[in-house]
């Protein structure tokens, strides 16, 4: 069955950076693209990043762009987000998302991990 | 960015009940339309895609309707597994959601 196991989240400060991963199996990970999805208690679900399956085409929401980067290592089967710059409006759980093809416009979630939480804090 | 706009924001229902809830897009996403189901704790859950189509495993007591800007939700007889926060995703552009819809027992 489809696994996703996100790690690396913690408490950091203002202005630092983190860099999260994501373990996919259960599925050929070079086949999906994948997605970041953040969720904040107070402002719900807001979609962060996709990458397509070959990892050479990516896009950002406007609140990340030039800060956070994503890339991926099919070899492992891993997903990553480099997040740099860190504000504490970026605090939330963050959710690794699977969708159902490979390129960037695929964007229907149909797995997600368990998330990992970032708390950004002076 | 489309808006999507959930209501009610809590839903108090009785066992065997059937609850519906609405989710409206500030422009039209076709029938790009996803249902997620978020139990406390855990990572939301594709129910529904399409506005319309269930997920294999998915009980059939969940329905989904609508396209265009105007979507529900519905439940035909609410059991206390059903209990979590159920969200709307648009799909027709770069994701949005709505803000959430909790649903709890009577």
């Known amino acids: 069955q489809v696994q996703l196991v996100e790690s690396g989240g913690g408490v950091v400060q203002p202005g630092t950076s983190l860099r999260l991963s994501c373990a996919a199996s259960g599925f050929t990970f070079s086949r999906h693209g994948m997605h970041w999805v953040r969720q904040d208690p107070g402002k719900g679900l807001e979609w962060v990043a996709v990458?397509?399956?070959?990892?050479?085409?990516?896009f950002y929401a406007d609140s990340v762009k030039g800060r956070f980067t994503i890339s991926r290592d099919n070899s492992k089967n891993t997903l990553y987000l480099q997040m740099n710059s860190l504000r504490t409006e970026d605090t939330a759980v963050y959710f690794c998302?699977?969708?159902?093809?490979?390129?960037?416009?695929?964007?229907?979630?149909?797995?997600w991990g368990q998330g990992t939480l970032v708390t950004v804090s002076s | 960015d489309i808006q999507m706009t959930q209501s009610p924001s809590t839903l108090s229902a009785s066992v065997g009940d059937r609850v519906t809830i609405t989710c409206r897009a500030s422009?039209?996403?076709?029938?790009?339309l996803a249902w997620f189901q978020q139990r406390p704790g855990k990572a939301p859950q594709l129910l529904i895609q399409q506005a319309s189509s269930l997920q294999s495993g998915v009980p059939s007591r969940f329905s989904g309707r609508g396209s265009g800007t105007e979507f529900t939700l519905s439940i035909s007889s609410l059991q206390p597994d059903d209990v979590a926060t159920y969200y709307c995703?648009?799909?027709?552009?770069?994701?949005?959601f709505g803000g959430g819809t909790k649903v709890e027992i009577k």
């Open positions: 998302v699977k969708t159902d093809c490979g390129n960037i416009g695929c964007k229907l979630f149909d797995y």
């Open positions: 990458i397509s399956d070959d990892g050479s085409n990516e």
């Open positions: 995703q648009q799909y027709h552009t770069y994701p949005t």
């Open positions: 422009q039209s996403v076709s029938r790009w």
